[in-house]
């Protein structure tokens, strides 16, 4: 069977860019699009596959993240699927793509200006947890009442002690919309901060697409007594590259230890390689 | 009662009408609606027809009426929950806004002014509390909207609050779920007055409650009426409740004032034939 470039039809493809336009021109706002059927299943990537099929070029090189990782089967498939579909290069250097799709992680690596990172998004409303009406939580961003948002975080310090419990912390873009950044680890919520390249969040079950152009102020909403808080992981660098101050992940070391390693794997191998040391 | 006689009201409301339907010509020019608040003629149902409410600091106001006579409609309008047909609603903040008619309010004024003006308790709890976030947050939840963003001082003051109105402390972090509805009861008026409102809307809040919990969330309401010297204004089909607590009564029928005045005057004396019977009825 034959598909267009980039398997999406071009009323579709057009349809999508208009979608992040508008997402561009207003920051942090959900902008609604109809999501379409996709050949992966709603709920797994769909809506970053759809803007990354919308935005691709022939001349466009692709990376896929998945939780950090360019080789678990979900990123995989999609850059299989885009491949197949374009024949653009595919890459996991994060340096070379121009295109990243990443499922829950912004790369270790700062984004140049000539680089477009989208974001796989489940739960695009930052305010569900708290109001589960759609109409009703139109309102409230309309109203710039983020009542709700607060309310969730103040819950979460009644019975955890911190605001910043897990992912998918809130924040707040360019001084009006509080959005949800996609689970990505607040250690990541930084770097959208001012940062020198765009960032698009596609939520494909929901039907959003929203983004943070360059240089867009991004806070993460706090207390006047309960800072917002990065995670910690103590003093404890990569085992495989030694790094400190990026997202960890913890392994069983078989011992009843710990063992911490980079979550980017793409740019710990770059940093070992750097290192000269040997494979 | 210690209403300050040399203030002007609280609030004032003048012509409050509240239709549902179109209308037509017969019941909108003067002859009214023939079949109780209905029209007969278009069908149209007229829940509130051209009600005055005054209220003044420190008073409480009794509204009372059998099902179906327009109490809740008129409260829901004074609690500017629902828009009405036609009407002016005048409430003393002493700011710029005063003389402005609260019904034609933006969304966002109207938010402020049920935020940290009017308190409003419902009879039904679950339609203002959130059941499954802790008693502490629901708590929270107003004050966080009037733009406080202190944790420590938040729950300081709910706990204070909690207090008042004798919720245990091991309790405070529980989710209303869990609570009785005398407690749901309470929860919810600790939540209405949590921004020291002036002003407290009460809608049947003791309906539905067994007699022993009954005189508790009543004597509660009237110590803190009393304590804050509130503008309580008090919507029930209980005379008992409206005698214990009222100052001064309206009785609605159809939709309309029939009659109104000190609440002695009105249990002892009423003067229309269906208030007689009410009060006849019910004590």
Known sequence: ?????????????????RAAFKAVCIPGYQVPFASREMPIARGWGTGGLQLTLALIGPQDTLKVIDQGTDESVNAVNIRRLVHATTGVQTTHHTADATLIQSRHRVPDRPLSAKQILVLQVPIPEPLRRVEPREHVTRKRHAEADYTAAYLALFERVLKYGSASAGADHPVMVAGRHVMAPSPIPRLDNEKLHRAEHLTLLGAGREKKIYAVPPHTEVHSLAFDDVPFEVESFGDQACSTCGTTGVFLDEFDDGDGGTLYRCNDTSECLARLNAQGAPL | ?????????????????????????????????????????????????????????????????????????LLRTLALEQAPSAGMYLIREDGPDDHQNRFDASDQAIRRLRNETIGLVRQHAHETLRMRLSATGNIAETMLAAGHRHVGRMRERAAGLLDDVSIARDRHLDAPATFSGGMQQRVQIARAIANNPPVLLLDEVTTGLDLSVQARVLDLIQRIQRERQMTVILVSHDLAVVRMLADRTLVMRHGQVIEHGLTDRILEDPHMPYTQELVQSLL
């Open chain 1, 1 to 17: 069977m034959k598909h267009p470039f980039a398997f999406l039809d071009e009323g579709s493809k057009r349809e999508i860019r």
């Open chain 2, 1 to 73: 009662m210690n209403v300050a006689p040399d203030m002007p009201p609280r609030l004032e409301a003048h012509g409050i009408h509240v239709r549902h339907g179109p209308g037509c010509d017969r019941c909108l020019t003067g002859a009214g609606p023939e079949q109780g608040n209905r029209c007969a003629a278009c069908g149209t149902v007229h829940a509130v027809r051209q009600v005055d409410v005054q209220a003044f600091d420190g008073e409480v106001l009794g509204i009372v009426g059998e099902s179906g006579s327009g109490k809740s409609s």
